[in-house]
Nanobody, 126 residues
Framework: QVKLVESGGGSVQNGGSLRLSCVASGYTDRPACMGWFRQAPGNEREGVAA??????HYADSVKGRFSVSLDAAKNTLYLQMTSLKPEDTAIYSC?????????????????????WGQGTQVTVSS
């Protein structure tokens, strides 16, 4: 059974940094296609970043501030977030899509990932 568990969320001030992690246990296919999504209260879920086989893609709102990386050996997806803004406040969830994927399409929400984590709260105060 595949399970995704996120960690690393928390509360920071405007301009601060956080690093999120997502461990995918029980998944043995290689390479993995994984991404980060976020949902703020009253908003729809949006793609943040995705990674597959050395290729990454970011939402325009986070380019230059966030960095996604995938440790395939550990089946762990990371999201390094810097220069955080209050509008980055949301629940961040990771997702895994079996098989091949195009990170750009994953961020655009064109896939229905097979597995989701429960999410971790990120709060940025002004």
């Amino acid at each position: 059974q595949v399970k995704l568990v996120e960690s690393g969320g928390g509360s920071v001030q405007n301009g601060g940094s956080l690093r999120l992690s997502c461990v995918a246990s029980g998944y043995t296919d290689r390479p993995a296609c994984m991404g980060w999504f976020r949902q703020a209260p009253g908003n729809e879920r949006e793609g943040v970043a995705a990674a597959y086989n050395g290729t990454t893609h970011y939402a325009d709102s986070v380019k230059g501030r966030f960095s996604v990386s995938l440790d395939a050996a550990k089946n762990t997806l990371y999201l390094q977030m810097t220069s955080l803004k209050p509008e980055d406040t949301a629940i961040y969830s990771c997702a895994l899509e079996r098989g091949q994927c195009i990170p750009y399409q994953m961020v655009r929400g064109l896939y229905r990932p097979d597995y989701w984590g429960q999410g971790t709260q990120v709060t940025v105060s002004s």
